[in-house]
């Protein structure tokens, strides 16, 4: 269970860090559809398919066939993300005004050392070979 949640995680993490949300997920019928409809109309593989829609020729597409407009903003991936992580780190040039604290020290006298690891010690595995 541990590994199908650490399966989970990473690629919930992966899908983050490249810029694939959910709704993404949720638009993969609408590209499946679109791909279909282009390959029927047009005759159009799967490469060209996606030439037009996410590659060089998109915006020659896009000019040609307007009336395809509102299926297209319906695409996947079809969004521009910019994001910026900015970690300021502030070093004061003062000093920290702080009060002295007192430690004290009380001895237990009723605290007894145990030795718990002894028995490691009494049984020797390697002796020294005995002259009789």
Same mark, same amino acid.
Do not use: W
């Given at each position: 269970?541990?590994? +199908?949640? =650490? +399966?989970?995680?990473?690629?919930?993490?992966?899908? /983050?860090?490249?810029?694939?949300?959910?709704?993404?997920?949720?638009?993969? #019928?609408? !590209?499946? *559809?679109? =791909? #279909?409809? $282009?390959?029927?109309?047009?005759? @159009? @593989?799967?490469?060209?398919?996606? &030439?037009?829609?996410?590659? &060089?020729? #998109?915006? *020659?597409?896009? %000019?040609?066939? /307007? &009336? *395809?407009?509102? /299926? $297209? *903003? %319906? !695409?996947?991936? /079809?969004?521009?993300?910019?994001? $910026?992580?900015?970690? &300021?780190?502030? +070093?004061?040039?003062?000093?920290?005004?702080?009060?002295?604290? !007192?430690?004290?020290?009380?001895?237990?006298?009723?605290?007894?050392?145990?030795?718990?690891?002894?028995? !490691?010690?009494?049984?020797?595995?390697?002796?020294?070979? %005995? +002259?009789?």
């Amino acid at each position: 269970m541990k590994t +199908i949640v =650490a +399966i989970a995680l990473s690629f919930l993490v992966f899908f /983050q860090s490249v810029g694939i949300g959910l709704s993404d997920m949720f638009m993969m #019928k609408d !590209l499946v *559809e679109h =791909a #279909k409809y $282009h390959s029927e109309e047009f005759g @159009d @593989d799967l490469f060209t398919f996606f &030439e037009k829609h996410y590659g &060089e020729l #998109k915006a *020659e597409h896009q %000019k040609n066939h /307007q &009336e *395809e407009k509102s /299926q $297209h *903003e %319906k !695409l996947p991936f /079809q969004h521009n993300n910019c994001n $910026h992580l900015v970690a &300021e780190v502030v +070093i004061p040039t003062y000093e920290l005004p702080h009060g002295k604290t !007192l430690v004290s020290y009380t001895a237990n006298p009723h605290f007894f050392y145990q030795n718990l690891y002894s028995y !490691l010690e009494r049984v020797s595995i390697f002796q020294p070979p %005995k +002259i009789a």
